[in-house]
């Protein structure tokens, strides 16, 4: 398997327990590594052979504005299954972080790790 990766992708939307956090977007920072099938069934340079990154990306970015999700590990899990309907796609690991969300802290946040049919 090969690997694509979407590397400090930020984004914007209400994540949190707190009621300031429900009232204010806040950052939230995505890191996604996919797993695909070998690079070497796409020589002939064929895009539809390749995963695409940017609907990826947009998708993420769609769904953290929108979601309003009370903690990091259920937009993880949210972010994963997105990843994961793209049929060359067959197992993610995705990172999310809230910078500064604890004082003395650049991050806190998750990781996890998905598989088709897991």
Known sequence: MDKVFIKDLLARGIIGLNDWE??????????VTLFTPSFENMVNDDLSESVNYRTIAKNILSHISTSKRFTVEALANDLAKICLEDPKVVKVILRVEKPAAVRFSKSVGVEIERSKGA
């Open 22 to 31: 429900r009232e204010k977007e806040q950052d939230v920072l995505v890191n």
